[in-house]
């Protein structure tokens, strides 16, 4: 019977990363607790204390991407000369 067993303990950083990956991924609350085996009424608790944290954190993880790719846009090109006639951009 579930009553004599021990309630699971979840950390705080597994909470919210199962939240961002279902915003990420854009999964179900079912189909999000199916996945980490959890009841869907206690992913529903999780929601609701750290949707907008997550959703703050996935903002910043997107806006550094997009910084670190235009520094490397960025870059200057340069002809690297192999022999007399060939060479290469990079």
């Not at 597994?14 to 009424?41: D, P, S, Y």
């Amino acid at each position: 019977e579930r009553r004599n067993m021990p309630k699971k303990q979840f950390s705080e950083e597994f909470k919210k990363k199962t939240i961002k990956n279902m915003i990420r991924f854009g999964l179900t609350k079912k189909e999000a607790a199916h996945k980490v085996k959890v009841t869907e009424t206690a992913l529903g608790y999780w929601e609701d204390k750290y949707y907008y944290e997550a959703m703050q954190e996935l903002a910043d993880e997107k806006r550094q991407r997009k910084r670190s790719t235009a520094q490397k846009d960025n870059r200057k090109s340069v002809w690297h000369q192999v022999n007399s006639i060939a060479g290469y951009w990079r």
